[in-house]
């Protein structure tokens, strides 16, 4: 159960809610990460909120128990020299690598798990797979991470993973074939979120998806910096 899909007719990316005020209770969509159609399951309060489902026995990526399966892909070819290059990139830029890594994962991403998600790399025999471009490091890493990344506020629970875009052939298709394969990192997070008035009560239960592009910056700048921005400029008389 997903809060957002793509809109057949073309509206782009929307959430639940939109689409059961434009198509009503039974609209369907499109899932953004496997594309596969998704069916509108309306909210019973105060349990469930308005969400989208896929078919029974989608392997959707955004499906817990589907997470994975991306990373048994085969490659289309194998490329040791540049896994070569890879590896003495990521040994050379560590730090950097584990920074981006760290601040895509909400700043929850131990050293530790870093470390064993790129010998689990190293033996899944990833860095040798035809073409992997550097910059698509922390991306990788993250997807490969099998613990979740738990977050606690006042009222809501969370616990989030990350996954690439589901149904390739090839686990290179990711960047050997960017026309065909979104350039995303989906961040999917299961939230329980209990109401303000009773923080202690039973909380509604959905998952929510964040699209994060994949691009070669050296930092990744988390949406919430623009509030940041805004109450910290009168601190600095701006
Ligand atoms: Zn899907």
């Known amino acids: ?28 969509a499109q899932c953004e990460v496997c594309g596969d159609e998704l069916v509108l399951r309306v909210a019973h309060p105060p349990h469930t909120v308005t969400h989208f489902a896929h078919k029974s026995g989608s392997q959707c990526s955004s499906i817990e128990s589907a997470r994975r399966h991306f990373l048994d892909l085969p490659p289309s070819a194998k490329d040791p020299q540049n896994g070569r290059r890879v590896r003495e990139h990521l040994l050379a ?22 470390q064993r998600a790129i010998i ?15 910059h698509y490091l922390p991306y990788l ?23 690439l875009q589901s149904g390739l052939k090839h686990f290179d298709d990711l960047w050997n074939k960017p026309d065909q394969v979104a350039q995303t990192l989906w961040k999917v997070s299961h939230i329980e979120r209990h109401a303000t008035r009773d923080p202690q009560g039973p909380g509604e239960l959905f998952t929510e998806l964040e699209a994060i592009a994949i691009d070669d910056a050296p ?20």
């Open 219 to 238: 930092f990744y700048i988390p949406p919430w910096l623009d509030k940041a921005h805004a109450k910290l400029a009168p601190h600095l008389g701006l």
């Open 93 to 114: 830029n560590l730090y950097p690598i584990y920074l981006k890594a760290f601040s895509i994962s909400g700043r929850k991403l131990a050293w530790g798990d870093f």
């Open 141 to 163: 890493l993250l997807c490969i991470c099998p613990q979740k990344f738990h977050d606690k506020t006042t009222y809501d629970t969370r616990d989030a993973y990350f996954v």
């Open 1 to 28: 159960m997903t809060n957002r899909a793509r809109d057949p007719h073309g509206a782009g990316i929307q959430n639940a809610e939109w689409f059961r005020l434009t198509y009503g209770n039974n609209a369907s």
């Open 120 to 134: 689990d790399a190293q033996q899944r025999g990833l860095f040798d797979y035809a073409g992997l471009p550097v």
